[in-house]
């Protein structure tokens, strides 16, 4: 009898995390750039503390003139 550990699972369960991770990034990037503090500081915290780096910067207001306050939260609305 053989005993075999499912090493692919642990694979498998890495790379999403890798890519949970990764998501938080860019997430934070982008929402500390659309503030107007810059990606910098976005990147690290999301790096840093991952999905919680996010949630974060969804709190932090935004400085005046950067293009949250001035086009929106999303570009991509369209005022009718």
């Known amino acids: 009898m053989t005993f075999s550990v499912p090493i692919a699972n642990v694979g ?40 919680v780096g996010v949630v974060v910067w969804l709190f932090i207001p935004a400085k005046q003139g950067s293009d949250w306050k001035v086009v929106g939260p999303m570009p991509w609305q369209r005022e009718n």
């Open 12 to 51: 498998v369960l890495a790379l999403y995390l890798l890519f949970i991770w990764l998501a938080a990034a860019i997430a934070g990037a982008y929402l500390s750039q659309r503030k107007g503090y810059g990606e910098k500081a976005g990147l690290a915290s999301g790096l840093l503390l991952s999905v």
